[in-house]
T-cell receptor, first 112, second 114 residues
Framework: AQSVTQLGSHVSVSEGALVLLRCNYS??????LFWYVQYPNQGLQLLLK??????LVKGINGFEAEFKKSETSFHLTKPSAHMSDAAEYFC??????????FGSGTKLNVKP | DTEVTQTPKHLVMGMTNKKSLKCEQH?????MYWYKQKAKKPPELMFV???????INESVPSRFSPECPNSSLLNLHLHALQPEDSALYLC?????????????FGPGTRLTVL
């Protein structure tokens, strides 16, 4: 069965610092992976997705993620955090046509 | 148009009420989803419609009744809910084929059951 694990339910960084949110997947075949962001009382917005075309994926708002098969990881990074990045972030995998599995989420706090 | 709309934005209902949540998309997606999200938790899948047919029901209580009248609309009918059903209800849509296709989410309906 495919699933994703997000390490760290809360991450706190200073404004301007590197953001690193961790996601590991469990799969017997290369999965399709997604990162979503959710602001309070809003729906989820896609940041980026991995579809095997390239291992380094660039998304919106300056985020990127690197697919590492050897580490079964798809960590999300941003070189310089902004106050507006404070939100909940979810890693997700789509193992079959109609089902998505979400990680438990990481709440990012950005300190001024 | 890459938008999924949901109405109402907020809903307060008593345990004996009947209400409905509505979701609409015009992206030509043929898979539509209902999720329930409690505070500080990830979205929890409830139902999936594929080509207007119910394809997945994640053992949801019968007090929740989904309906897909056409390829653009998805409803969730609510009846005799419990206070623990209070949550954010999210609708999403996607292409049904091809595992690389992402879901597009609506803004959600904040439901409070008194």
């Amino acid at each position: 069965a495919q699933s994703v694990t997000q390490l760290g339910s809360h991450v706190s960084v200073s404004e301007g610092a590197l953001v690193l949110l961790r996601c590991n997947y469990s799969s017997s075949v290369p999965p399709y992976l997604f990162w979503y962001v959710q602001y309070p009382n809003q729906g989820l917005q896609l940041l980026l997705k991995y579809t095997s075309a390239a291992t380094l994926v660039k998304g919106i708002n300056g985020f990127e993620a690197e697919f590492k098969k050897s580490e079964t990881s798809f960590h999300l990074t941003k070189p310089s955090a902004h106050m507006s990045d404070a939100a909940e972030y979810f890693c997700a995998v789509r193992p079959n046509f109609n089902k998505f599995y979400f990680g438990s989420g990481t709440k990012l706090n950005v300190k001024p | 148009d890459t938008e999924v709309t949901q109405t109402p934005k907020h809903l307060v209902m008593g345990m004996t009420n009947k209400k409905s949540l509505k979701c609409e998309q015009h992206m030509g997606h043929r898979a539509m989803y209902w999720y329930k999200q409690k505070a500080k938790k990830p979205p929890e899948l409830m139902f999936v419609y594929s080509y207007e047919k119910l394809s997945i029901n994640e053992s949801v209580p019968s007090r929740f009744s989904p309906e897909c009248p056409n390829s653009s609309l998805l409803n969730l009918h609510l009846h005799a809910l419990q206070p623990e059903d209070s949550a954010l209800y999210l609708c999403a849509s996607s292409q049904p084929s091809g595992s690389d296709h992402e879901q597009f989410f609506g803004p959600g309906t904040r439901l409070t059951v008194l």
